[in-house]
C-alpha cells in the first residue's frame, strides 16, 4: 500500500521521505491557508520534494472555472494530480482533465455510489472520507471495503482507492487489510505506526542484560 502524507509542511516531508515513507502528498484549501504561503509556490516545493502524485485542489465550483483552473495547478510540476470535489461539475472537469492526459484526484467522497461515478469519470484516484463518516456514527472502513469490491467487480475500472481523513494506526491496518491503493495520513499518524509497547520494553530489557554484560560493540 502506497503511503501519501496530508500535509504542506516540507520539513515533514523531507524526513519522512528520506526514509521511504512518501510515495505521494495530499493537500486541500485548509492545508494551504493554513501554511500561510504563495499557492503555487508551495506546490512547486512540494512535488520537488517527491517523485510521486502532489494533490493541488481547484476552488471553482463550476466545470469551466475547475478545468481551467486543472490546467493552471498541472502547469506547475509534471506530478501534480489535480484534486476534484465530488460534483457532476467536478465529474465533467474529471473526465475533461483526464482526456488531456492530468490526473485526477476525485475527493470528499462519501458513498459506494458516488466511488462507481468517480471510476466511469476515469479519476485517477477516489478519496473516501474515513474519520468525517466515522465522526457521524457512520461506517467508514465499511465504505472502503464497498468500494474495493466494486472495483473489483470491473476489471475496466482503474481508479485507486485513496484512503482519506486517516484518524489512527487502526484505519491503516483496515486499510492494508482490504486492499486499499493508498492511504494519505498527517505525518504525525504516519509516524504512530511505528509504536508499540512490547517493541518499547523489549529494547529496554535487551539493553539492561547487555549493560551488565559489560560487553561493547567496537
Known amino acids: 500500500m502506497k503511503f501519501f502524507v ?28 493554513k501554511s500561510g504561503k504563495d499557492f503555487k509556490t508551495l506546490i512547486a516545493d512540494i512535488c520537488a520534494l517527491t517523485p510521486g502524485p502532489v494533490s493541488a485542489e481547484v476552488t471553482a465550483t463550476d466545470a469551466a472555472g475547475m478545468i481551467r483552473e486543472g490546467e493552471i495547478l498541472a502547469a506547475i510540476a509534471d506530478n501534480v494530480c ?23 484526484n476525485v475527493t470528499l467522497c462519501f458513498s459506494t455510489n458516488q466511488a462507481l461515478l468517480a471510476a466511469k469519470a476515469g ?4 478519496s473516501p472520507f474515513v474519520g468525517r463518516l466515522d465522526d457521524i456514527s457512520s461506517d467508514g472502513m465499511g465504505l472502503i471495503a464497498d468500494i474495493r469490491q466494486v472495483y473489483d467487480n ?3 475500472l482503474e481508479t485507486e482507492i485513496l484512503v482519506a481523513s486517516v484518524r489512527s494506526a487502526e484505519h ?12 494519505t495520513l498527517p505525518p504525525e499518524v504516519l509516524r504512530s505506526l511505528i509504536k508499540h509497547p512490547l517493541t518499547d520494553s523489549g529494547i529496554a530489557s535487551f539493553m539492561a542484560d547487555w549493560e551488565k554484560s559489560g560487553q561493547k560493540i567496537d
Open 82 to 104: 489535480v484534486k476534484i470535489p465530488l460534483t457532476w461539475d467536478g465529474l465533467a472537469a474529471t473526465k475533461a482533465l483526464t482526456a488531456k492526459g492530468f490526473k485526477t
Open 123 to 126: 479519476a485517477t484516484f477516489i
Open 172 to 183: 491503516i491496518r483496515q486499510s492494508a487489510l482490504i486492499g486499499a491503493d493508498v492511504a
Open 6 to 33: 496530508d500535509t504542506s509542511d516540507l520539513d515533514a516531508i523531507r524526513e519522512l521521505a528520506a526514509l521511504g515513507m512518501v510515495d505521494g502528498v495530499t493537500t486541500n484549501p485548509s492545508i494551504i491557508a
Open 154 to 156: 470491473y476489471p475496466n
